[in-house]
């Protein structure tokens, strides 16, 4: 997937995004400000009834720009300022079903 300069993937995007090969979807819940739209992310369970996760929803807030499945990594790059983007990147750790976020930095100018 390549990066969004709007950070806008879409009003209703379809991803696997928990790394179990079965369908999420994320759906704009607000246009956002600066950074772009966030969104509410729904993950599909072994019943396919879709159920909205928390952390995905609360704490990552946007679409990945990258979904990598060999580490189970999804990747956000975020307008932070002027000069900058913000890549976060967030972790699934598969026995205990938990995110977690791994690694954030910024991109760009330094001052």
Known sequence: ??????NDFGDLVVADLNFD???????IKDSGGNGGPVYNFYIQNESGEFILDKFLTEKM???PTRIVKSNRTLITKV????????????????KLNKWKQIKHRFIGAQY
């Open 61 to 63: 807030e946007f679409f």
């Open 1 to 6: 997937m390549n990066f969004s300069l709007d």
């Open 79 to 94: 307008h932070a300022n002027v000069c900058q983007v913000g890549e976060h990147t967030y972790q699934l750790d598969v």
């Open 21 to 27: 090969s079965r369908e999420d979807f994320a759906m």
